[in-house]
Structures are given as C-alpha cells and as structure tokens.
C-alpha cells in the first residue's frame, strides 16, 4: 500500500500518516520526490484501513500496491533514480552512460590501452571480467586478483570507474575495495545469498537479467538487494534465451519499456551479449537508445580475433568510436546526450 500526501503537506500530518500505518503492523519508507511525497508500507498491509488513511489530513490518495516489488516499484518512488559510480559519473536522468571495455582482462597493456581508447570516444566507464563464469570448465576463466588488479590499473592511468562481476561473497571484501560498481552477472541473478550480501553494502549494483527470467523476476531480484538497505541498482537487459540460435540471444528492447514502466531504476542494454555478433552491436546499441535505455554495455576489444573470451561480440576501438558517434545522433533525437 501507498499513501500519496497532498502538496504542501506539514510534517506533522505526514507523522500522523505514518503513525497510522505503523499500528497497522507496517515498516514505512518515505520517497520523497520533486513533486509527490508518498509513504510506502513494508510487509503485511492487509491489517491497513484504507478508507480511514485516506480521510486523514494531508492525503491526497492511498492505493494498494499488487505488485511483490516495493522498493523497485515506480508506484512507492515515482521519480527516475540517477546512480552515481564514480566522480561526476552517473547512470540515469538525461545523460547516457556508456560503459565500455573487453570481455575479459588479459593484460596490463590490454586494459590500459583500451581504457585510454573509449575513454576518449567518449565511455563513462570501464568494464573487463577479472573472474568469468564459463559454460564449460574448460574455457579461460579468468586472471582473478590479478585482473582486478589490472583494472585498478586502468582506473589510476585513466580515472574512469571499473566495473566488473563478483561470482562468490567470498570476494566480495577485495571488490569493494577495489571496484567502482559491483556486476551481477545473468547466471547469479537468481542466487538470493549472494544478492543479499552486496545488498548490505552501498555500492552501485550492476544487475543482469536471467537468461529466462521474467521482468518481474529480474525486478524481485533487484528487490532483494534494495530490501537489505543498497538502493544503488542498474538494471542491465542482456538477451533472453529463446528457439532462436542464429543470435547469442534474443535481445528483448520491450523489457525496457516495461522496466521504465514499472520501476524508477536506471536500465543498460548489453547488445554485445545479446547478439554474439559484432557486426550487431552499433544497430542495437542505437535501437536500446531509441527505446529508452540509460545506458550501454559494450564490448571493446583491441584485437577481437585473438580475444580469450567472446571475440566474437567484441568490436575495436575504432569502431566503437564510430558507434558513440551514432548514438549520439539517436541520443539527440530523444532528448538524451552522451
């Protein structure tokens, strides 16, 4: 349930409100936003009268919330969340942020060589997979410590925020040390343990869609992390799993609309991943753009055709800087900048 308060409400009708949900059995979150205040109830609302919230002073409206999302919900925070991730870096409102980099960290010359590159094409951050989770046990997994320390290095040459997945809570205290946002990748978004630990911290929480999740699955998950306190979630469409096998994926542009929809957290698109081809990536990164998206995930690789892990999906440098001009072109198109 929701209580929505009338403009130039006073604090004490808003203590009154809120008094009256807690005797109803309730937690009451406040999202107080440029235009609207409301008061959201946490847990069991069925012992609320709604009738007699609605009659108090100061109440413009008071609706039941079906939906099991609360603190993801549009309807509790009508106002665009805007995630900051590094100095002067943030993922929502007007500005897109174009986060970019290889799949997977291979070395110091690599990671810094790149950053450089889409640094100055124009990224607001820095991606490289330091642990990589792999279909089989047999493919590079990844350089570990290693390549968070070679993100690190990239950060320092360049001081562009890194983002890169976290695959056990038992890493969890070397990335927050060491990282700028978190990323949940597509197979742990469902691995409620682990989205509850990093939902104990403050950091930005890049969270991928399930490879067959729902919207409204995806949107639980984000709200797991929200429910222990981290309010600081991207959500990130990379491509769904359906009969189509010419694509990786199936990148599902109608997500984002409905996330934006029902959610107020920023939502990315990851074409690289969705598609698997890089010849796809510019026409979809524009598409995600067109549609709404926050943000891009891209995949930059200096020498895609010798790649460790997914050359395939990776362009060049040169020509994700030719993408940025190109979604610049669409960003403009609706409102948006790069």
């Known amino acids: 349930m929701v209580v929505v308060m009338k403009p130039g409400f006073t604090q004490a009708q808003m203590e009154t409100v809120k008094g009256a949900m807690e005797a109803g059995g309730v937690k009451v979150m406040v999202s107080k936003g440029a235009q609207t205040t409301i008061l ?42 805007v995630i900051e991730i590094g100095r002067g870096v943030q993922v929502g409102g007007k500005k897109l942020a174009v986060i970019a980099g290889p799949c997977s960290v291979e070395s110091r010359e690599q990671m810094v060589g790149v950053a450089r590159a889409v640094q100055a094409a124009g990224a607001a951050a820095m991606r490289g997979g330091a642990y990589k989770p792999r279909t089989s046990p047999y493919s590079f997994q990844g350089k570990g410590e290693e390549g968070i320390r070679l993100l690190q290095e990239a950060r320092q040459a360049t001081g562009i925020p890194i983002v890169t997945e976290l695959m056990s809570p038992d890493q969890l205290p070397l990335f927050l040390e060491a990282v700028d946002v978190i990323q949940i990748g ?8 682990l989205l509850k630990k990093v939902g104990r911290t403050n950091k930005p929480i890049l969270l991928k869609r399930g490879l067959s999740a729902t919207v409204e699955e995806w949107l639980m998950s984000a709200e797991y992390i929200m429910s222990e306190g981290n309010p600081n979630v991207i959500l990130c469409e990379r491509g769904i799993r359906t009969f189509e ?3 990786r994926n199936t990148l599902d542009l109608s997500a ?10 920023p939502v990315v698109v990851d074409p690289s991943h969705a598609c698997g081809r890089a010849w796809m990536v510019e026409g979809m990164a524009m598409a995600a753009v067109a549609a709404g998206a926050d943000g891009l995930l891209i995949e930059v690789h200096n020498d895609p055709a010798n790649a460790l892990c997914d050359g395939a999906q990776s362009i060049t440098p040169e020509q994700f800087e030719g993408l940025m001009g190109k979604v610049r072109s669409v960003a403009a198109c609706v409102g948006r900048e790069v």
Request: glycine share 6%; hydrophobic share 35%.
């Open 40 to 81: 959201g109830a946490e847990g069991d609302a069925s012992g609320l009268d709604q009738e007699h919230l609605s009659q108090l002073p100061g109440v413009e409206q008071v609706m039941r919330v079906s939906e099991p999302y609360k603190k993801a919900n549009r309807k509790f925070h009508p106002d665009d969340s």
């Open 256 to 265: 984002v609309l409905a996330v934006k929809l029902l959610s107020h957290l």
């Open 186 to 193: 597509a197979r742990n978004m469902q691995n409620f343990d």
């Open 245 to 247: 096998t010419y694509t």
